[in-house]
T-cell receptor, first 116, second 114 residues
Framework: AQKVTQAQTEISVVEKEDVTLDCVYE???????LFWYKQPPSGELVFLIR??????QNEISGRYSWNFQKSTSSFNFTITASQVVDSAVYFC?????????????FGAGTTVTVRA | DVKVTQSSRYLVKRTGEKVFLECVQD?????MFWYRQDPGLGLRLIYF???????EKGDIPEGYSVSREKKERFSLILESASTNQTSMYLC?????????????FGPGTRLLVL
């Protein structure tokens, strides 16, 4: 079963629009970690954020913000006032402590295209 | 900054060839990982290693092997390349064992098997 679901395959927006990427996860573990990565056209995955299961505070970093809700098993990511440089594939990932194998389970990714 | 490098950005091989993909990290990380990335499937773990000469199978190890003779280097080997191994291969490393550890990725190798 898919542990991380990113239902949006592609999102296209015009520059300066806000865009929200959905991430829904599934785990029975009480201790787990959620990650977001950005993959620009160059190919390298760039780490954006890590959140543990005990910290439900939303986080803002510049134009990026993250909304973690355990009640709905979601960890959504919003880009405010999008720019062309935000065009990339974005991945949500889950790491479960009890598994003990340090694996990251990735979603299928959401391709964001920001048009000028 | 963490630096993970991969030996090739693009590679073209023929069916049946033995293929080596090399990954080097410069941050003295204990853990190293090999993933393949395919459209619509995200990243899937092939193998990982938490120490020199140690290896563990990931979700899709069939058709692959790995080697870790030195801490900084982790090699992925396709014993006999097949067309269904055409993919993007990504190497990653993390500081030590633990679910909280962030993995840092290399630029990827796009492999085409003809």
């Amino acid at each position: 079963a898919q542990k991380v679901t990113q239902a949006q395959t592609e999102i296209s927006v015009v520059e300066k629009e806000d865009v929200t990427l959905d991430c829904v996860y599934e785990t029975r573990d009480t201790t787990y970690y959620l990650f977001w990565y950005k993959q620009p056209p160059s190919g390298e995955l760039v780490f954006l954020i890590r959140r543990n299961s005990f910290d439900e505070q939303n986080e803002i970093s510049g134009r990026y913000s993250w909304n973690f809700q355990k009640s709905t098993s979601s960890f959504n990511f919003t880009i405010t006032a999008s720019q062309v440089v935000d065009s990339a594939v974005y991945f949500c990932a889950l790491s479960e402590a009890q598994l003990g194998d340090y694996k990251l389970s990735f979603g299928a990714g959401t391709t964001v295209t920001v048009r000028a | 900054d963490v630096k993970v490098t991969q030996s090739s950005r693009y590679l073209v091989k023929r069916t049946g060839e033995k293929v080596f993909l090399e990954c080097v990290q410069d941050m003295d990380h204990e853990n190293m990982f090999w993933y393949r990335q395919d459209p619509g499937l995200g990243l899937r773990l092939i193998y990982f290693s938490y120490d020199v000469k140690m290896k563990e199978k990931g979700d899709i190890p069939e058709g692959y092997s790995v080697s870790r003779e030195k801490k900084e280097r982790f090699s992925l080997i396709l014993e006999s390349a097949s067309t269904n191994q055409t993919s993007m291969y990504l190497c990653a490393s993390s500081h030590r064992a633990g679910a909280e550890e962030t993995q840092y990725f290399g630029p990827g190798t796009r492999l085409l098997v003809l």
